[in-house]
């Protein structure tokens, strides 16, 4: 049981270079988020979807671009690399219905911007 | 969005019970309280959800009074695994709702378990 799955888990880039993270999930959740988390701090909520076609902005959305084409992938977009965007990304999924219906996490992404 | 607010860190020995309370005085009708865990370079896991009263797992407990403005969660004699952050969040998860299920976290506890 695979459940939420980043990649890559690692990378660096140049400044103004471009990349996109990668999330699926094979529970065949509705709802995916994708948060960063900056050393010693808490996570912050970049973007999130509701379903296939549909997504939202977050807390710290600036900088960041996503897309929801399937129920699977949640995929996040960094178009101009900044450093301020050097941080740990979690990408998490849930249903919707009301109790014991937690965010499931992935590994996370650790992205350093150079 | 309901925001929490709890203790940056806490410290306890292995075999103590540690009670980690978050505050959330405009926490809305629809919002359930959830509790994760985070251990370094790893993603949050859920450990433990409730409404109101107490919720048991296997793991913790849950008690929230009947105003719902706090909780608190229960660690029965935690161990040097057990150190980790913990983070409280309030969301609405309302079946059928539309809602968004958007959940903000707040800077968590940071809980040390010193032998």
């Known amino acids: 049981n695979a459940g939420v799955t980043q990649t890559p888990k690692f990378r660096i880039l140049k400044i103004g270079q471009s990349m996109t993270l990668q999330c699926t999930q094979d529970?065949?959740?509705?709802?995916m988020y994708w948060y960063r988390q900056d050393p010693g701090m808490g996570l912050k909520l970049i973007y999130y979807?509701?379903?296939?076609?549909?997504?939202d902005k977050g807390e710290v959305p600036n900088g960041y671009n996503v897309s929801r084409s399937t129920t699977e992938d949640f995929p996040l977009r960094l178009e101009l690399a900044a450093p301020s965007q050097t941080s740990v990304y979690f990408c998490a999924s849930n249903s919707p219905g009301g109790k014991d219906q937690p965010q499931h996490f992935g590994d996370g992404t650790r992205l350093s911007i150079l | 969005l309901a925001k929490t607010t709890q203790p940056i860190s806490m410290d306890s020995y292995e075999g103590q019970e540690v009670n980690i309370t978050c505050s959330h005085n405009?926490?809305?009708?629809?919002?359930?309280i959830t509790w994760y865990q985070q251990f370094p370079s790893q993603g949050p896991r859920f450990i433990i959800q409730?409404?109101?009263t107490k919720v048991t797992n296997e793991v913790a407990s849950l008690f929230i009074p009947a105003d719902r403005k706090s909780s608190t969660l229960s660690l029965p004699r935690v161990s040097l695994s057990d150190t980790a952050v913990y983070y409280c969040?309030?969301?609405?998860?309302?079946?059928?709702?539309?809602?968004?299920?958007?959940?903000?976290f707040g800077q968590g506890t940071t809980l040390q378990v010193k032998p």
């Open positions: 969040l309030v969301g609405d998860l309302e079946r059928g709702s539309g809602n968004t299920g958007k959940l903000i």
């Open positions: 405009n926490i809305a009708t629809n919002d359930y």
């Open positions: 529970m065949n959740h509705n709802y």
């Open positions: 409730g409404y109101k």
């Open positions: 979807s509701v379903g296939a076609g549909i997504t």
